[in-house]
């Protein structure tokens, strides 16, 4: 055997040229390792002399302990030379996992409108944001005089084309589609008006449910009413209607459900004990004429809302300007 002096020298040399960890990393497997040089060694005591054998057993130790110090001190100057070049990038290390996003709030909150009248059996459907003036002012009983028709309230096209203002420009072309009652339509859409302020946007969305059929009467609605209350905002908020005017209806009425704050004692925020959701009634019958029906044999109820309206309100926001602006802190919390 070469004597120890030598082949440690050797094998130092060649630690001390490592230019990298994955070198030296493979010298120490040479040296070290299950089939490395120090086990070779050990394996040829049982054939030395039995004089010798202590001897040598003493030299491959000294082999052992000095090369394995020498690839230590190694390892820390390479580590050393890798953080004075700025080079702190190890590859073993797990990575960070990118942040995932989710459903923005209307996103959701459409999903959840549309989930809950699922279950009792409105099916939803989807109508062009561009529409003809028929299907959204003249189809269903807006006369031409009428404000909403006013360059400064609706984006007019070409053509005769207008951005839809409201859902209820896709009753007509619902029917029109099934042919047929009973029809239970949701329609959920962007709906596009020239009004801005803490309540009001441009764009916005609605939700609009029709359920045409024989003998629909506002008891039917006022039931569907306080379903959709108890599903979306709780188990204890229920509404009430309220005379009004609508073109496309007749009875019309508001709809008001109890404060979230007070369940309708009333306090600060509300005032009564009542909050403002949207618009209801039963079809008009010059509507389901316009759609081919027979409003002596069919009725109809019909409820139209903004999705950001009963967001906001069951959140409790004051601006709705906010949830279509990048602010993730303000996203985020919902």
Same mark, same amino acid.
């Given at each position: 055997m070469m004597k120890s002096g030598q082949l440690l020298s050797s094998w130092q040399i060649k630690i001390n040229n490592t230019q990298n960890r994955k070198e030296l990393e493979k010298i120490r497997i040479k040296i070290l390792g299950r089939k490395g040089l120090v086990n070779q060694l050990l394996a040829k005591i049982t054939q030395q002399p039995p004089s010798k054998k202590k001897e040598f057993g003493r030299q491959i130790n000294k082999i052992k302990k000095g090369l394995f110090t020498a690839i230590k001190k190694q390892e820390s100057k390479l580590q050393q030379e890798s953080k004075s070049q700025g080079q702190k990038f190890d590859p073993t290390i797990p990575t960070l996992k990118p942040p995932l996003g989710k459903k923005h709030p209307l996103s959701q909150t459409i999903e959840e409108i549309a989930d809950i009248f699922e279950k009792i059996g409105f099916i939803r459907v989807k109508y062009p944001e561009i529409t003809t003036d028929w299907y959204c002012f003249g189809g269903v009983n807006v006369p031409p005089d009428h404000p909403?028709? =006013? =360059?400064?309230? !609706? #984006? #007019?096209?070409?053509? /005769?084309l207008v951005l839809s203002t409201h859902t209820t420009s896709g009753i007509l072309q619902e029917i029109e589609r099934v042919k047929k009652p009973p029809i239970r339509m949701l329609h959920i859409a962007k709906c596009y008006r020239r009004q801005i302020d803490i309540a009001h946007t441009p764009m916005f969305h609605q939700f609009e449910g029709w359920l045409v059929d024989k003998n629909v009467s506002v008891a039917h609605l006022k039931w569907t009413l306080d379903y959709f209350a108890r599903e979306f905002f709780g188990i204890k908020r229920v509404t009430r209607l309220r005379p009004h005017h609508f073109r496309y209806t007749e009875?019309? #009425?508001?709809? =008001?459900? !109890? +404060? /979230?704050? +007070?369940l309708g004692n009333g306090c600060r925020f509300c005032k009564e004990g009542w909050v403002e959701l949207g618009g209801a009634g039963m079809a008009h019958p010059t509507v389901l004429k316009n759609a081919g029906l027979d409003p002596k044999i069919y009725s109809a109820l019909a409820f139209g809302w903004g999705v950001e309206r009963v967001f906001a309100i069951r959140t409790g926001i004051a601006d709705i300007r906010p949830l279509f602006k990048n602010n993730l802190d303000f996203l985020n919390q919902f």
């Open positions: 909403s028709r =006013d =360059d400064q309230e !609706t #984006f #007019f096209l070409e053509n /005769g009875p019309s #009425f508001e709809v =008001d459900i !109890t +404060c /979230g704050a +007070c």
